[in-house]
């Protein structure tokens, strides 16, 4: 498996919609779970959303449910994050997180590093009038 690398952030006003995507190269990223955390300015990382490889489990933190969608472009070899009704609180540096192993059925929001062993750059997202 190889570093994932993050796209698609930016700067957005509050109630606009921002699309993340995540992509390896190499290795087919549907055989893997993907986590997406957050880190905001003098806050510890979060976790935000995950799938299961094959997509069959997904999980979103309290804050995003309802306005974060994640999802998989299998044709692209891309996990996406789709965020709308963006709020100020939703600015962080944001990554993504490849699983150690293939075809596990489940994903978790914890910053398990032994499980997600493969990490991004992180792109930034900024929420502001």
């Known amino acids: 498996q190889s570093q994932p690398v993050e796209s698609g952030g930016g700067l957005v006003q509050p109630g606009g919609s921002l699309t993340l995507s995540c992509k390896t190269s190499?290795?087919?990223?549907?055989?893997?779970?993907v986590g997406w955390f957050r880190q905001a300015p003098g806050k510890e990382r979060e976790g935000v959303s995950c799938?299961?490889?094959?997509?069959?489990?997904?999980m979103y933190a309290d804050s995003v449910k309802g306005r974060f969608t994640v999802s998989r472009d299998n044709a692209r070899n891309t996990v996406s994050l789709q965020m709308n009704g963006l709020k100020p609180g939703d600015t962080a540096l944001y990554y993504c997180?490849?699983?150690?192993?293939?075809?596990?059925?489940?994903?978790?929001?914890?910053?398990?590093?032994?499980?997600?062993?493969?990490w991004g750059q992180g792109t930034q997202v900024t929420v502001s009038s």
């Open positions: 190499g290795s087919n990223l549907r055989r893997y779970a």
């Open positions: 997180a490849v699983d150690r192993t293939p075809f596990s059925p489940t994903c978790t929001l914890i910053e398990d590093n032994e499980r997600y062993t493969y």
């Open positions: 799938l299961s490889a094959g997509a069959t489990v997904t």
